[in-house]
Nanobody, 117 residues
Framework: QVQLVESGGGLVHAGGSLRLSCAAS????????MVWYRQAPGKQRELVAT???????NYADSVKGRFTISRDNAKNTVYLQMNSLKPTDTAVYYC???????????WGQGTQVTVSS
């Protein structure tokens, strides 16, 4: 059982930056994919960014060029650097860990990000 704890959310003005952290309770070295999702009020949860165990990254079109996902295996932590924030980025951000075999997935409790205009 991997426990994930997000932190770093808060209130920021449009154009500002935040860095989210996702700390895992055990080594993330063998976790196949670490993913950031977000869910805005009244909307479905959407994928924001993904990083694989070999460091490959992928981003939603809405955040490309503004957000950067990274991982520090030594600290068992995944980060999401968010720059040029927009009010449309307002959501609860969730960290997700995915293991392919055997298939398992774990979620954090979420951290609120609010961007004011």
């Amino acid at each position: 059982q991997v426990q994930l704890v997000e932190s770093g959310g808060g209130l920021v003005h449009a154009g500002g930056s935040l860095r989210l952290s996702c700390a895992a309770s055990e080594s993330i070295f063998s976790i196949n994919r670490m993913v950031w999702y977000r869910q805005a009020p009244g909307k479905q949860r959407e994928l924001v960014a993904t990083i694989t165990s070999d460091g490959s990254t992928n981003y939603a079109d809405s955040v490309k060029g503004r957000f950067t996902i990274s991982r520090d295996n030594a600290k068992n932590t995944v980060y999401l650097q968010m720059n040029s924030l927009k009010p449309t980025d307002t959501a609860v951000y969730y960290c997700n860990a995915q293991i392919i075999f055997p298939s398992r997935t774990y979620w954090g409790q979420g951290t609120q990000v609010t961007v004011s205009s």
